[in-house]
C-alpha cells in the first residue's frame, strides 16, 4: 500500500491547462481564457450494481468515498435508471460545474515558460493535489498513483529516495492540504451552483438544460461562455458589477493577446467570438 513520490519539475504532466474549481476562476482571469465546463458523473445507488474487480471491503469503501466526494462537487443530483444486460439499474447522475480554460492547441498550459509553472505560487488546486486529484478517492490512491506515474514520459521519482505519499492514507501534507481547501470551496462556491442550474433549468444566459448535458454525457463534457455564471453571481450578490467589467476586460485583454498576429494558434475562431461575446456585454 505504501508509495513514495517525488516531482522531478520535469513539466510533462503540464501539457494541457487544468481544470479549475468555480471559485478559483475569478483570481486566475489573467492567466487562463475561462469556459465553464458541465459534465455528469454517474454512480449506482446501491453498493450491490458497483462494478468492481475489488475485494469487498476496498469496493465498499471505494463507493460510500466517491458517492460523498460527488455529492460534495456536484451542483445539482437526480435518479436515472441505466440497462445493464438485462437488468435495471438505478444510478444517481451527478451534475459537475467547472472551470476549463480553453485548449490554445499548443500542447502545453499556457501557464508553462519554459520547463516552469509561471504561477506556482498561485497555481490550482488540481495542480496543488498532484498526482492525487482532490476529487477523487483517497482509498483508491495508490491505484491513481501508480497509474499517473505510469504514463509514458512522466518523469516522477517514485524510488526508496522519495518521499512517502501513501502510507495508510494520504500521508503528503501539500496533497491533504489541497484536498481540504478544495472541499472548502466546494461549499463556498455552492451558492452560485445552485443559481447556475436554476438558470440553466430555465435556459437563461444562454446556458444548456441539464438534460441537455445529460444527453450529451456519452460524448463527453459541454462547454459554456464563462459570461452567464459571471452574470449569475453578479445577479446572486456575490461580486459586484464592477468586478464583472474588470474579469471581462481582463479576459478581453488576455484574448487579444492570444489573437496579436503572428498568432497561428488553432483558436482564433472561438477567441474571437468570446471576445465579440464579451465586448458586447459591456460596450466603451
Ligand atoms: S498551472 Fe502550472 S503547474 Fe498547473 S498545469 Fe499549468 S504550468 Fe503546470
Ligand atoms: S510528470 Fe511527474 S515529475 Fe513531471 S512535472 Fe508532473 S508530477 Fe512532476
Known amino acids: 500500500m505504501e508509495r513514495r513520490f517525488a516531482c522531478t519539475r520535469c513539466a510533462q504532466c503540464c501539457n494541457r491547462a487544468p481544470e479549475l474549481e468555480l471559485g478559483e476562476a475569478a483570481a486566475l482571469a ?3 481564457v475561462l469556459r465553464l465546463m458541465l459534465r455528469i458523473y454517474s454512480l449506482p445507488r446501491a453498493l450491490a450494481d458497483f462494478a468492481s474487480d475489488l475485494p469487498r471491503d476496498q469496493a465498499s469503501a471505494e463507493f460510500y468515498e466517491s458517492k460523498r466526494l460527488l455529492s460534495q462537487f456536484a451542483a445539482a443530483s437526480w435518479p436515472a435508471k441505466a440497462q445493464r444486460g438485462t437488468v435495471t439499474v438505478d444510478y444517481v447522475q451527478y451534475l459537475s460545474l467547472s472551470v476549463l480554460p480553453l485548449d490554445l492547441g499548443t500542447g502545453t498550459c499556457p501557464a508553462l515558460g519554459g520547463d516552469s509553472c509561471t504561477i506556482y505560487p498561485r497555481r490550482p488546486l488540481s495542480c496543488r493535489s498532484v498526482p492525487l486529484h482532490y476529487s477523487r478517492p483517497a482509498v483508491a490512491a495508490a491505484r491513481e498513483l501508480d497509474a499517473f506515474v505510469a504514463t509514458p514520459g512522466f518523469r516522477c521519482e ?5 518521499p512517502l505519499v501513501i502510507a495508510s492514507g494520504i500521508a503528503d501534507p501539500a496533497i491533504l492540504a489541497a484536498r481540504s481547501e478544495a472541499a472548502a470551496l466546494a461549499q463556498s462556491d455552492q451558492r452560485w451552483k445552485t443559481a447556475i442550474v436554476k438558470a440553466m433549468r430555465a435556459g437563461a444566459h444562454g446556458l444548456p438544460t441539464p438534460r441537455e448535458v445529460e444527453a450529451s454525457a456519452a460524448r463527453g463534457a459541454l462547454t459554456a461562455s464563462m459570461l452567464g455564471p459571471w452574470r449569475i453571481a453578479e445577479a446572486t450578490g456575490l461580486i459586484t458589477r464592477d468586478a464583472t467589467e474588470r474579469l471581462l476586460a481582463t479576459q478581453c485583454q488576455l484574448i487579444e493577446q492570444y489573437l496579436r498576429p503572428p498568432s497561428g494558434i488553432a483558436t482564433d475562431q472561438a477567441l474571437g467570438e468570446m471576445l465579440r461575446e464579451y465586448r458586447s456585454a459591456f460596450p466603451a
Do not use: L
Not at 517514485?158 to 522519495?162: E, K, S
Open 30 to 32: 489573467d492567466v487562463f
Open 158 to 162: 517514485t524510488g526508496p529516495d522519495a
